[in-house]
């Protein structure tokens, strides 16, 4: 009914840069708005740590790893959030989740929930 959908993972080699794209979306007839999105990464054999995160005002906050090296954004209109991530190295080697508390307006009411992403993988390797 409603759901994030993830792209622009890949292999890249050490400094380089990639850029993940992450859009809601709900049935028609609904209106999906996202508040909080953001970007977490799960490192294989470690827990799932915050990379960063953007309030609808755009407000912004960055994991200590990636501070200055990652830059996150969005486009309300679109229901989407972005994370360009530059200088990258090999210790950010991770599966990449997008995540949004949302509200979805339908006929019969609203909800409000958690959204997560099904994952997107980044290899950072020469």
């Known amino acids: 009914q409603v759901q994030l959908a993830e792209s622009g993972g890949g292999l890249v080699q050490p400094g380089g840069s990639l850029r993940l794209s992450c859009e809601g979306s709900?049935?028609?007839?609904?209106?999906?708005?996202?508040?909080?999105m953001a970007w977490y990464r799960q490192i294989s054999g470690k827990e799932r740590e915050l990379v960063a995160d953007?309030?609808?005002?755009?407000?912004?906050n960055y994991g200590a790893a990636v501070k200055g090296r990652f830059t996150i954004s969005r486009d309300n209109a679109k229901n989407a959030a972005y994370l360009q991530m530059n200088s990258l190295r090999p210790e950010d080697t991770a599966v990449y989740y997008c995540?949004?508390?949302?509200?979805?307006?339908?006929?019969?009411?609203?909800?409000?929930?958690?959204?997560w992403g099904q994952g997107a993988q980044v290899t950072v390797s020469s």
């Open positions: 953007i309030t609808s005002e755009g407000n912004t």
């Open positions: 709900a049935v028609f007839g609904s209106t999906l708005r996202l508040n909080t």
């Open positions: 995540n949004a508390d949302y509200l979805l307006f339908e006929d019969s009411g609203t909800v409000a929930g958690r959204l």
